[in-house]
């Protein structure tokens, strides 16, 4: 079943673009990600989706049920974390996290505690006194304080010091072992690589590529450095789907994008003393598709 089906969604504010033509779906389960540079048009869409903001054209829909129509009973079963988070500063945190519970039909209050002590956040400071990154933890709280079948999360991590990702991405493997399905918008590709199973690209406002993390690195080159022990045969450089090739002395590095096969053969031709072979990164797959499509 998709959670998020999105159709054609467009959304022009004013003369100027926000998304075009946006369509994709997250299916139950997934971890999906929504990466793209800062103006792409992530936090539209997303803002979109919840009906925080209306359509220019297309439509969208979460649980089946229309975005539009059925935004107040969506919002029950959706958890949204917004890329930025502001609050009444002279609230105690515990308060805001209990009027925030009192939204939902059931009781939070362990949820809230247990939240608040796997991010180490104090919950009975004032807001006025937190760090942008304790802001950020209340804000993780509210958004999963009523065990949400949906989590929606607008650049989750800014903000946060390294160890406080590491645990807020155990928190979400949980929830997604729980039962939950993720959207999860970056432009950090680091960790849309390590945490989702799907990925959406959006470029000035419309969507270039969905794909699966795996596919998009297997559909894509590999490095290949050799170290030899004679010369090179010339014919090594014929083989189909090399490039960048570069080489010193006994060494000698590539890309290589094509069936595997036929370079393994020819390097078993050869008398070799070191072979690596890496796997890019999304960061430069991304960057390839990037130059690619400009
Ligand atoms: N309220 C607004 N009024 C006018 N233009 C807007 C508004 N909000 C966003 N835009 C424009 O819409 C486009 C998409 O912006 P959006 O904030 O959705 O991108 P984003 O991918 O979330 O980027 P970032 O990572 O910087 O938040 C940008 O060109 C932006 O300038």
Redesign the pocket.
Known sequence: MNVIEIHSLTKN??K????SDVSFHVEEGEIFGFI?P????????IRTLLSLIHPSAGSATIFGMDCIESAPDIAKEVGYLP?EVFYYDNMKVIDLLKYSASFYKKDCTKRIKDLADMLNLDVTKKIDDLSLGNKKKVGIIQGLLHEPKLIILD?PTSGLDPLMQQKFFELLQDENKRGATILFSS?ILSEVQRMCDRVAI?KE?RIVQVEKISTLKEKNHKKFKIETKGDFEPSFYEVEGVSNLEIKDRQVSFLFRGDINKVMKKIADIEISNLWIEEPDLEEIFMHYYEKEA
Do not use: L, V, W
């Open positions: 504010y004013g100027s673009r926000g998304i793209g800062n103006g792409a048009g992530k936090s539209t869409t890329s650049e432009h959006i406002g």
